[in-house]
C-alpha cells in the first residue's frame, strides 16, 4: 500500500460505467474496511488528471463512443502508465479490459489501446451475450468465475499474459478462453460489478494491493448463493 488507507481510484465513471461499474469500488471498499484497511475511493472523471499514487485502479465497461474516448484521455494522461509502473493494481471490465490491450474495434474502427497487456480485440461475427462462466488459472486460487457478458468484440492473447479463465459457459475472449491477468493487471468480460459475483476475485486484488498473503475469511453466504444458482441455470440450460 502507498499509504496508511489503501486508495481505490475509479477511472472515468462518465464514460465507463455502462453495468453498474460502481460495484466493484464499493465492494472492494467493503471487504478491505471488514479487514480493518482504512480505505479511500476516488472517482476521477474524463476530464480530470489521473493521480498515479493510487493502489487499485478500476475501469468500467461502455459502449464503443464513450470506450474509445476513454482511451485516448489515458493515452494522454499517462497516469496509469505511471502508476503500473510503481506496481499499482488494475482491474478492468470488458470495454475497460479491452483497452488494457495493444488495440480495439470501436464503431468500426481500430484503436489504439494503452498497451499494458499483450493482447488485441477485433469484431466477432456476433455479439456475446448471456452468461459468462469460467475455470480461473488456478494459480490464482479463484474459485470458478460467474457473470453475465454483453459484448461485440473478441480479444486474441499474446505470449505475455495468461487467460484469466477456461471458458465453461459464454464466449469471453473468444469462447475458449476468458479475461487476461499478468502480474497485478487484470482483466474480465463478465460485466459491471463482476466483484460482487466472484469476492474471491476482489480478495485476489486486494492481497496484491496489500501484500498480505492472506486475508481473514467474510461471510459470503449471499454471493455463494447466487453463483449456486446461476450455475444451477447455465447447466439447467445446457441440459
Ligand atoms: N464496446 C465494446 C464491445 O462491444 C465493449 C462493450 C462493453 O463494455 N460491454 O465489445
Known amino acids: 500500500m502507498s499509504t ?51 493502489d487499485i485502479y478500476l475501469i468500467g465497461g461502455g459502449e464503443d463512443g464513450p470506450q474509445a474516448l476513454g482511451a485516448q484521455r489515458l493515452l494522454a494522461d499517462g497516469g496509469l502508465h505511471r502508476a503500473v509502473a510503481q506496481g499499482s493494481v488494475v482491474f478492468g471490465v470488458c470495454a475497460g479490459y479491452q483497452l488494457l490491450g495493444t488495440s480495439f474495434f470501436a464503431k468500426g474502427t481500430r484503436c489504439a489501446g494503452l498497451e499494458l497487456l499483450d493482447f488485441s480485440s477485433d469484431r466477432g461475427p456476433t455479439r456475446a451475450v448471456g452468461e459468462l462462466a469460467g475455470e480461473i488459472d488456478p494459480r490464482l486460487g479463484v474459485p470458478a468465475l460467474t457473470g453475465f457478458e454483453n459484448h461485440g468484440g473478441r480479444t486474441h492473447l499474446g505470449p505475455g499474459v495468461s487467460p484469466l479463465a477456461r471458458v465453461t459457459a459464454g464466449v469471453g475472449n473468444d469462447g475458449a478462453t476468458e479475461g487476461a491477468w499478468r502480474g497485478k493487471l487484470l482483466g474480465t468480460y463478465s460485466h459491471g460489478p463482476a466483484l460482487a459475483r466472484n469476492p474471491a476475485l476482489a480478495d485476489l486484488l ?26 444451477a441455470a447455465v447447466a439447467a440450460a445446457r441440459a
Open 4 to 54: 496508511e488507507s489503501l486508495r481505490i481510484v475509479w477511472i472515468y465513471p462518465d464514460l465507463l460505467s455502462t453495468y453498474g461499474d460502481r460495484g466493484n469500488a464499493l465492494i472492494l471498499a467493503r471487504r478491505a474496511r471488514q479487514r480493518g484497511f482504512p480505505v479511500e475511493v476516488l472517482e476521477v472523471r474524463s476530464d480530470q488528471r489521473l493521480p498515479s499514487t493510487a
Open 206 to 231: 486486494l492481497r496484491w494491493a496489500t501484500g498480505a498473503h492472506q486475508l481473514p475469511p467474510l461471510d459470503d453466504t449471499w454471493p455463494d448463493r447466487l453463483r449456486a444458482e446461476r450455475r
